[in-house]
Nanobody, 124 residues
């Protein structure tokens, strides 16, 4: 199994940037596809971005494409989500997740391992 701990959330003004980190422990992170999801108050959890084991393949939600970049440092067992040009609608709790499926996937049921989440608040 793998344990995931997110960090890097906070309060930022619209147009600002944040970089979220997800530190993995337990089984090495290269065993897993890694994803970021988010959940705003009163809304369902939604996919944000995902990355393959090698980092060579990524996928993004249309709502963040061009503004967010997912990356991973397998030597540090850490996945990152760089978020730029943040909007108030990006406000949510952001979760890191891990999946042992062979291909990058965007659906949350495919990810059995989750972190506790980190709050991102974007003020207008």
């Amino acid at each position: 199994q793998v344990q995931l701990v997110e960090s890097g959330g906070g309060l930022v003004q619209a147009g600002g940037s944040l970089r979220l980190s997800c530190a993995a422990s337990g089984r090495t992170s290269t065993t897993y596809i890694m994803g970021w999801f988010r959940q705003a108050p009163g809304k369902e959890r939604e996919f944000v971005a995902a990355i393959s084991r090698s980092g060579g393949s990524t996928r993004y939600a249309d709502s963040v494409k061009g503004r967010c970049t997912i990356s991973r440092d397998n030597a540090k067992n850490t996945v990152y989500l760089q978020m730029n040009s943040l909007k108030p609608e990006d406000t949510a709790v952001y979760y890191c997740a891990a999946s042992s499926l062979p291909l990058v996937t965007t659906t949350s049921p495919a990810y059995p391992y989750w972190g506790q989440g980190t709050q991102v608040t974007v003020s207008s």
